[in-house]
């Protein structure tokens, strides 16, 4: 089962959750259409989130994903990975472009450099 925040929502609606998830959406846009911007501040909602999954698993052993989804690009994903998502969502960086495999490509060698691949 997975749980979304949207940018707005409070970090604590996971705390009597975490036993029932397999997944969290961070959302990084306001949810309504695509091809916004990246949101800065997720980045630190996404350490936050980060720290929590990763006490969770030391004293369950479970591993929870962390996925973000909204203004995800080529140019911010290593940082992204870097605040603590292990899963990406990057629907327009990807969809309507002339090659889309090789946006793909480059998403994953800035993952591979970053040392998150």
Not at 44 to 59: F, T
Request: no cysteine; aromatic share 6%; net charge negative.
């Amino acid at each position: 089962a997975g749980l979304v925040l949207n940018p707005a929502t409070p970090l604590h609606h996971l705390d009597h959750t975490l036993e029932l998830l397999d997944l969290v959406l961070l959302m990084s846009v306001n949810p309504g259409f695509g091809g916004q911007s990246f949101i800065p501040s997720t980045l630190n909602k996404i350490a936050q989130v980060r720290a929590r999954l990763d006490r969770y698993q030391e004293e369950t052993g479970r591993h929870i994903r962390l996925e973000v989804d909204g203004g995800i690009k080529v140019d911010n994903i290593a940082e992204v990975a870097k605040a603590g998502a292990d899963t990406f969502v990057a629907g327009s960086a990807i969809f309507g472009k002339e090659n889309y495999a090789d946006v793909i490509k480059a998403m994953r060698s800035e993952l591979a450099t970053s040392g998150k691949a």
